[in-house]
T-cell receptor
């Protein structure tokens, strides 16, 4: 079974600071990778996804993520955060040969101080 | 285009009662997924359904939990004889087609509290 690790559950930073959230997964086969975001009081929304091709993926709102196969990682980055980026961020994985089910990490609670 | 709808948003039950959680997928979506999020945990897959069929229920507890997605109407997640450990947020997602590369669109969740 796949498992997903996200470290530093709580992250507090100031506006304009850079953000990097780590995501590591354990699965030996080919995977699809996702980052979802949940803003306060809202539902989960897709930020970006990686299936194949260029390992650097651009998402919405200035986010990007890099897939490093050798490290089983899919870290999320944003060079300069805004107060509106305050949210919970979830990394998720599904196996190419799986049955659509997503395996989620525990999430990163990010608070941006204006 | 309305998103995935879930109701109720909050549900309080006493131990031993039944909980029914409803999920209406996005228009045109015929695939529904249920996930559970316990406090301080990530979302855990429970079940994947298409219309009138359960495709994968590998994440469902063996007892007291059931799910359906009838030809007409919303998908229902039913929890019989609830216990305190069932308190969690239950999220539904839908996709238009099957396939691991299909984006799953999530609803706002139902927060179940068992007293």
């Amino acid at each position: 079974a796949q498992s997903v690790s996200q470290h530093n559950h709580h992250v507090i930073l100031s506006e304009a600071a850079s953000l990097e959230l780590g995501c590591n997964y354990s699965y030996g086969g080919t995977v699809n990778l996702f980052w979802y975001v949940q803003y306060p009081g809202q539902h989960l929304q897709l930020l970006l996804k990686y299936f194949s091709g260029d390992p650097l993926v651009k998402g919405i709102k200035g986010f990007e993520a890099e897939f490093i196969k050798s490290k089983f990682s899919f870290n999320l980055r944003k060079p300069s955060v805004q107060w509106s980026d305050t949210a919970e961020y979830f990394c998720a994985v599904n196996a190419l040969r799986g049955n659509n089910r997503l395996a989620f990490g525990k999430g990163n609670q990010v608070v941006v101080i204006p | 285009n309305a998103g995935v709808m879930q109701n109720p948003r909050h549900l309080v039950r006493r131990r031993g009662q039944e909980a029914r959680l409803r999920c209406s997928p996005m228009k045109g979506h015929s695939h529904v997924y249920w996930y559970r999020q316990l406090p301080e945990e990530g979302l855990k897959f429970m079940v994947y359904l298409q219309k009138e069929n359960i495709i994968d229920e590998s994440g469902m507890p063996k007892e007291r939990f059931s799910a359906e997605f009838p030809k007409e109407g919303p998908s229902i997640l039913r929890i019989q004889q609830v216990v305190r450990g069932d308190s969690a947020a239950y999220f539904c997602a839908s996709s238009p087609r099957t396939g691991n590369q299909e984006t799953q669109y999530f609803g706002p969740g139902t927060r179940l509290l068992v007293l």
